[in-house]
């Protein structure tokens, strides 16, 4: 008898799973709470990674169609002072081996993917229910319901999912990223163009920064960095579009006016996404049927290793339900401890990408990560 996969969120995670199941010949279903692929943004550039996001990939068989969608010239990097002048103007060479594409890019050669009914869109979940056996009753939003016998949550940081395994929850780091868009940048925009070059611009001091990408279609994507509390996020109206950017710039009194462009002169409204994480060692007792992969199981700062450890979760899982065909619970395990070990090990890196950022000796120590060479200053 077939087993029925249900994953839970079509973020990269999950679709890899998806995809890398069906390369070997096993039907799985994805249920998504969005109503349509378009529904909402997917945010911005990532970073694929040789070891993990490119080796998920190609276990999808996706690698052409990957290489397709890259940005040329997006791993050069910038790092300035505030008054703008440059202390790191690296190019892309082309051999960095992370080479940057568009999320919303990745997604959709995922999806174009699959089987056209594998995703179901517009089902929330709103419950789970142990049966028993490893099975688990699904029931969503729109009144519809479902049977696993495994249940994937690949739902990210908010998994509904992991109260099945796990009675942890994310917890907020004291860092906040602020988004938002300059369009039609080397027209409407050049001096904040200029500044931010061909790839990634990072302007950092301790505790605060104002990082930017260029992105295709002529986009810079800008991120505000600031180690805030909660109230001091709370106390803006974002739904005041130009008193948030009055008081977010103010942050920056004195730096160079390329860099605050950045902020007041944003197309779009300013977005705060507060960083939240789990613990480092977050991990399950084994649980017949049910299993997490991505920000579900290993919520980490950004430190561009989140999507590309959830593609290679999706890949490393579905490879091993492929090995063990007709008993996936021995599937499980074996995923979950390869898991639990490397995202630790890469949470504990994350935190520490996050404080060469922005703490003391920010930004000398994100060159020393860029060079891998020490800088005394």
Request: proline share 4%.
């Amino acid at each position: 008898m077939n087993s029925s996969i249900t994953i839970i969120g079509a973020g990269l995670g999950g679709l890899v799973l998806a995809r890398v199941l069906h390369v070997h010949g096993i039907a799985a279903t994805v249920y998504e709470a969005d109503a349509t692929a378009d529904a909402r943004t997917q945010g911005g550039q990532l970073d694929i990674h040789e070891n993990d996001g490119q080796v998920a990939l190609a276990a999808a068989g996706l690698t052409a169609q990957f290489r397709a969608i890259i940005h040329e010239g997006g791993e050069a990097s910038r790092v300035l002072r505030p008054n703008g002048e440059a202390l790191l103007d690296e190019p892309d060479d082309g051999t960095g081996g992370r080479p940057e594409v568009l999320r919303g890019d990745l997604r959709r050669i995922l999806l174009d993917s699959l089987p056209a009914d594998t995703v179901q869109w517009g089902h929330k979940l709103t419950s789970l229910r142990p049966l028993g056996n490893g099975q688990h009753e699904i029931e969503f939003e729109n009144g519809t319901t479902t049977v696993s016998d495994l249940l994937v949550g690949a739902d990210g940081a908010w998994s509904r999912v992991r109260s099945l395994l796990s009675a942890a929850t994310p917890e907020y780091v004291g860092t906040v990223f602020i988004e938002t868009y300059l369009h039609d940048v080397d027209a409407r925009h050049p001096a904040a163009a200029r500044a931010v070059g061909g790839g990634a611009m990072y302007a950092l001091t301790p505790g605060k920064g104002i990082s930017a990408h260029r992105e295709a279609g002529n986009i810079l994507h800008t991120y505000v960095q600031l180690n805030r509390s909660a109230d001091w996020i709370d106390a803006i109206d974002f739904t005041d579009a130009a008193s948030a950017k009055t008081t977010v710039a103010a942050e920056f009194d004195g730096w160079a006016t390329d860099l605050t462009a950045l902020i007041t002169d944003g197309d779009t409204a300013l977005v705060p996404r507060r960083i939240f994480t789990l613990p480092n060692d977050h991990r399950w007792d084994h649980t017949p049927g049910v299993t997490l992969l991505g920000d579900a199981a290993h919520l980490m700062p950004p430190s561009g290793d989140g999507a590309n450890l959830a593609m290679f979760d999706g890949a490393e899982l579905g490879r091993a339900i492929s090995d063990h065909r007709g008993n996936i619970d021995a599937a499980l395990p074996i995923y979950e401890q390869a898991m639990f070990t490397r995202s630790e090990e890469m949470a504990v890196q994350a935190h520490e990408t996050l404080d060469r950022c922005l703490g003391e000796r920010s930004p000398f120590g994100l060159i020393d990560l860029i060079t891998g060479v020490t800088n005394a200053a």
